[in-house]
């Protein structure tokens, strides 16, 4: 069964971190470019991350560069996203998504989402 499932997401206070991985079965996420997207209530969808299966380009919104840091591990198939100096806004459910390319779309393949509160 071919699933992508992100996991790491929680409750942190304002300026702590926490680490997202986005692990996936049924195939190899290693060929593969995966970004990271997050949605909060009301908002659009914004494209937070990529790292490109190609060259290992890695890709950031501007409201997270300096803060995010996206990274592979291939040998256990997972992409992670090391979330640091989080702050309210980026309170959101967080999306990785696998495609061909950085950066995703809408007709890529995307898991499940995991939920990240930034609140004191």
């Known amino acids: 069964q071919v699933q992508l499932v992100e996991s790491g997401g929680g409750l942190v206070q304002p300026g702590g971190s926490l680490r997202l991985s986005c692990a996936a079965s049924?195939?190899?996420?290693?060929?593969?470019?995966v970004g990271w997207f997050r949605q909060a209530p009301g908002k659009e969808r914004e494209g937070v991350s990529c790292?490109?299966?190609?060259?290992?380009?890695?890709f950031y919104a501007d409201s997270v560069k300096g803060r995010f840091t996206i990274s592979r591990d291939k040998a256990k198939n997972t992409v992670y996203l090391q979330m640091n100096s989080l702050k309210p806004e980026d309170t959101a459910v967080y999306y990785c998504v696998s495609a061909a390319v950085c950066w995703p779309t809408e007709t890529d393949y995307w898991g499940q989402g995991t939920q990240v509160t930034v609140s004191s």
């Open positions: 790292i490109s299966s190609n060259d290992g380009s890695t």
């Open positions: 049924g195939f190899t996420l290693n060929y593969y470019s």
